[in-house]
């Protein structure tokens, strides 16, 4: 599922949603879209009503024989003949209500976008019950048909779009219009809590939980799709989990309905954040307020610092390691690890996921959210000013940062040095640059050469690591110096016995990673809190750190060596380059 622009006869339609009389400097428009023909949503909702009895019947099937008979035809199990026949009945029924509702919703839909109209919030839910209930169909393509559904009307209505002034004073100024009328998100849910209860109900019927009224406790304590379904940000990391764990039959519609929920989140970011960054330049105090909660209100700000459900820091930490688990996972194979991600099953009309593609998504979203944290701490929203206007209580940006050194580098994902490579690759090199620099600082303050490093320095880590620790105040966005950690490295480097670092492998890729940050935007380097002041040093510093890791390794040339993995090598030899092109650019510039 991919991601693109309105198309052209949806522009005409948008600006029809959006006409009419508007705020003086607005930044944010609800648009408003009429409702498809009544008698024909009508139908819809007695179709998705069939498509809910049959789902009952499926789901007590399922619940009643247990195990005892396939979810799927293929597997080994040798079911009971007569649950073998309910199970093909209830299979057929769901299937039969499945596919009429789905065609139903296409033919609506189609008939609905050149008239601006849109299927109502009840037709889209139910197609989201569709999509994600594959597991208790016999046929793929009942899910996979409301997936291209739910993409297209996603396409047609999208969650939210960059436009501007046409007149007024804030003429060519620009403002989000923003809508649900057309996509499914997790922060609706509160308005229609049937829908979640049935999402966790599919999931407890694929499972073989059983549905009744005995079996409460067993509810409670039941398979983990059902026990975690509790807040948007929980549905997020079991989907993750889904689409990254082994390989268990009918969970394509988790991983279609994962790929459609990024998009909706990404699409509402993205004209948000270009509306954010657009109106940079304002002045008047009222609208750098509004400019502010363009943020605020987006769909990933508000499932991930947890506005309308309470979530917890593990909850983020635990959507923070399974990305980097993600991300690392191709990676971690060339390492000789064993990783394997059920994304990888080829999914018939739904397509296929494969563990490279899973990387992609989940380092995208991360990115999503760097981005987005990373833009509201440059406002300043995480400040103590701020925060009881935001209901942020932390530095969630800070909490980013600590929740990817854990599992990235200090085991919470165990991620091998190709993994952290893969991971820091997949970072914008203002962010990869940030967090190394952070790492640095931890362990600046756990090391007993502290009284080594010069003053200036060591003040700097000093306070990133505070930062870091406490998530303190941040009237803006964190940049760590990196001579202040290159400083660091080079004194752990020149102790004889100290090693501040898990290995020098690890060392070799800490510098790999601030090298090709710092060659791949040298601007970066204007930005530290002290390096204007020695901007030319750097290229040398980041040298000597790379000779002092050959030598410490006991090498005087780049080849195999126990202390230094084959990916650390390579590191070095890419990291040398990178360094010369620094200086080089460096030496231009100047």
């Given at each position: 599922?991919?991601?693109?622009?309105?198309?052209?006869?949806?522009?005409l339609?948008?600006?029809?949603?959006?006409?009419g009389?508007r705020?003086?400097?607005?930044?944010?428009?609800?648009?408003?879209?009429?409702?498809f023909?009544?008698?024909k949503?009508?139908?819809?909702?007695?179709?998705?009503?069939?498509?809910?009895?049959?789902?009952t019947?499926?789901?007590?099937?399922?619940?009643m024989?247990g195990?005892?008979a396939?979810?799927?035809?293929?597997?080994?199990?040798?079911?009971?003949?007569?649950?073998?026949?309910?199970?093909?009945?209830?299979?057929?029924?769901?299937?039969?209500?499945?596919?009429?509702?789905?065609?139903?919703?296409?033919?609506?839909?189609?008939?609905?976008i050149p008239?601006?109209?849109?299927?109502?919030?009840?037709?889209?839910?139910?197609?989201?019950?569709?999509?994600?209930?594959?597991?208790?169909?016999?046929?793929?393509?009942?899910?996979?048909?409301?997936?291209?559904?739910?993409?297209?009307?996603?396409?047609?209505?999208?969650?939210?779009?960059?436009?501007?002034?046409?007149?007024?004073?804030?003429?060519?100024?620009?403002?989000?219009?923003?809508?649900?009328?057309?996509?499914?998100?997790p922060?609706?849910?509160?308005?229609?809590?049937?829908?979640?209860?049935?999402?966790?109900?599919?999931?407890?019927?694929a499972?073989?939980?059983?549905?009744?009224?005995?079996?409460?406790?067993?509810?409670?304590?039941?398979?983990?799709?059902?026990?975690r379904?509790?807040?948007?940000?929980?549905?997020?990391?079991h989907?993750?989990?889904?689409?990254?764990?082994?390989?268990?039959?009918?969970?394509?519609?988790?991983?279609?309905?994962?790929?459609?929920?990024?998009?909706?989140?990404?699409?509402?970011?993205?004209?948000?954040?270009?509306?954010f960054?657009?109106?940079a330049?304002?002045e008047?105090?009222?609208?750098?307020?509004?400019?502010?909660?363009?943020?605020e209100?987006?769909?990933?700000?508000?499932?991930?610092?947890?506005?309308?459900h309470?979530?917890?820091?593990?909850?983020?930490?635990?959507?923070?390691?399974?990305?980097?688990?993600c991300?690392?996972?191709?990676?971690?194979?060339?390492?000789?690890?064993?990783?394997?991600s059920g994304?990888?099953?080829?999914?018939?009309?739904?397509?296929?996921?494969?563990?490279?593609?899973?990387?992609?998504?989940?380092?995208?979203?991360?990115?999503?959210?760097?981005?987005?944290?990373?833009a509201?701490?440059?406002?300043g929203?995480f400040?103590?000013?701020?925060?009881?206007?935001?209901?942020?209580h932390?530095?969630?940006?800070?909490?980013?940062?600590?929740?990817?050194?854990?599992?990235?580098?200090?085991?919470?994902?165990?991620c091998s040095?190709?993994?952290?490579?893969?991971?820091?690759?997949?970072?914008?090199?203002?962010?990869?640059?940030?967090?190394?620099?952070?790492?640095?600082?931890?362990?600046?303050?756990?090391?007993?050469?502290?009284?080594?490093?010069?003053?200036?320095?060591?003040?700097?880590?000093?306070?990133?690591?505070?930062?870091?620790e406490?998530?303190?105040?941040?009237?803006?966005?964190?940049?760590?110096?990196?001579?202040?950690?290159?400083?660091?490295?080079l004194?752990?480097l020149?102790?004889?016995?100290?090693?501040?670092?898990?290995s020098?492998?690890?060392?070799?890729?800490?510098?790999?990673?601030?090298?090709?940050?710092?060659?791949?935007?040298?601007?970066?380097?204007?930005?530290?809190?002290?390096?204007?002041?020695?901007?030319?040093?750097?290229?040398?510093?980041?040298?000597a750190?790379?000779?002092?890791?050959?030598?410490?390794?006991?090498?005087?040339?780049?080849?195999?060596?126990?202390?230094?993995?084959?990916?650390?090598l390579f590191?070095?030899?890419?990291?040398?380059?990178?360094?010369?092109?620094?200086?080089?650019?460096?030496?231009?510039?100047?």
């Open positions: 599922m991919t991601t693109s622009s309105p198309p052209a006869k949806r522009q339609t948008l600006r029809k949603a959006c006409a009389p705020t003086s400097g607005e930044t944010e428009r609800q648009t408003q879209y009429a409702i023909n009544e008698h949503i009508q139908e819809l909702h007695g179709l998705a009503d069939g498509y809910v009895q049959a789902w019947a499926r789901c007590s099937a399922l619940s024989t195990d005892r396939p979810v799927r035809p293929g597997t080994t199990m040798k079911p009971d003949p007569e649950a073998h026949e309910q199970h093909l009945d209830t299979a057929e029924m769901l299937d039969t209500a499945g596919f009429r509702y789905v065609e139903a919703c296409q033919r609506c839909l189609d008939q609905a008239k601006n109209q849109v299927l109502d919030r009840h037709s889209i839910e139910h197609l989201v019950l569709v999509l994600r209930c594959d597991g208790l169909h016999g046929s793929r393509a009942v899910s996979a048909g409301a997936a291209r559904v739910l993409a297209s009307a996603a396409l047609a209505f999208p969650p939210a779009n960059l436009c501007w002034h046409t007149q007024g004073p804030h003429s060519g100024q620009p403002f989000v219009a923003v809508s649900d009328a057309g996509v499914w998100s922060v609706g849910l509160e308005l229609a809590g049937f829908s979640w209860k049935r999402l966790m109900w599919a999931d407890m019927a499972s073989g939980a059983r549905l009744g009224e005995g079996d409460r406790a067993q509810h409670r304590q039941g398979p983990p799709g059902a026990r379904l509790h807040s948007p940000l929980e549905l997020l990391v989907l993750f989990e889904v689409a990254s764990g082994p390989p268990v039959p009918g969970r394509a519609g988790e991983v279609a309905f994962l790929q459609y929920l990024f998009v909706v989140l990404r699409v509402d970011l993205d004209a948000r954040l270009q509306a960054e657009k109106m330049t304002v008047s105090e009222g609208l750098k307020g509004r400019r502010a909660a363009l943020l209100h987006s769909l990933l700000a508000r499932i991930y610092s947890g506005e309308l309470l979530t917890s820091n593990d909850t983020r930490a635990a959507l923070v390691g399974l990305l980097v688990r991300m690392a996972a191709p990676h971690d194979d060339v390492e000789g690890r064993t990783t394997r994304a990888a099953v080829q999914v018939a009309d739904m397509g296929p996921l494969l563990p490279v593609e899973l990387a992609g998504l989940a380092a995208e979203m991360l990115r999503a959210l760097l981005s987005l944290c990373g509201m701490e440059g406002a929203l400040h103590r000013i701020h925060r009881g206007r935001t209901g942020a932390q530095n969630h940006r800070m909490g980013l940062d600590r929740a990817l050194l854990a599992a990235a580098w200090e085991g919470g994902a165990g040095d190709a993994g952290a490579c893969a991971v820091l690759a997949a970072l914008p090199p203002r962010d990869r640059l940030r967090l190394l620099g952070l790492l640095v600082a931890r362990q600046f303050q756990r090391s007993t050469i502290q009284g080594q490093v010069p003053e200036g320095p060591s003040a700097a880590l000093s306070k990133a690591s505070h930062l870091l406490d998530g303190a105040d941040a009237w803006g966005y964190v940049d760590v110096d990196p001579g202040a950690a290159l400083a660091f490295i004194s752990d020149a102790a004889p016995t100290a090693r501040s670092f898990q020098l492998s690890r060392l070799a890729v800490v510098v790999g990673g601030l090298a090709s940050a710092l060659a791949g935007q040298p601007g970066l380097l204007a930005r530290g809190a002290g390096v204007e002041r020695v901007p030319a040093d750097v290229p040398a510093a980041l040298q750190a790379l000779r002092g890791i050959v030598d410490k390794a006991g090498r005087t040339s780049l080849g195999a060596s126990q202390d230094l993995s084959r990916t650390a590191q070095l030899m890419h990291s040398q380059m990178a360094v010369e092109s620094l200086a080089a650019r460096m030496q231009t510039a100047a």
